[in-house]
């Protein structure tokens, strides 16, 4: 089974989608986009987050493909910047 360094390695996503991510993971904030995306309460650890984040990704790649009207552009943006912000720092905590 892939670690999930490697599962993020092999997502595919629109160009576009991912070049705005990687233009706003610079100012990601562990507490203020997690809280945003998984609620509030204790926040999990890098592993965990990622893959409750990597879940919602997923649901709303489904709706980006689908045409669903409740589909949200800068929703999704903002959703791959915490991905991106969680697996930086997950990657700078490893030994």
């Not at 092999?10 to 609620?39: E, F, M, N, S």
């Not at 990704?57 to 910047?81: F, P, Q």
């Amino acid at each position: 089974m892939k670690d999930l360094l490697s599962l993020l390695k092999d997502l595919r996503r629109p160009r576009l989608l991912i070049q705005a991510a990687r233009l706003g993971v610079d100012d990601y904030r562990r507490d203020i986009h997690l809280r945003t995306h998984l609620g509030y309460g204790n926040l999990p650890k890098h592993g965990s987050a990622l893959i409750q984040l990597v879940e919602k990704e997923s649901v709303m790649n489904s709706e980006r493909k689908d045409g669903d009207t409740s589909y949200s552009v800068a929703r999704h943006v903002d959703l791959l910047i915490a991905i991106m912000g969680e697996a930086r720092l997950m990657r700078a905590s490893q030994p």
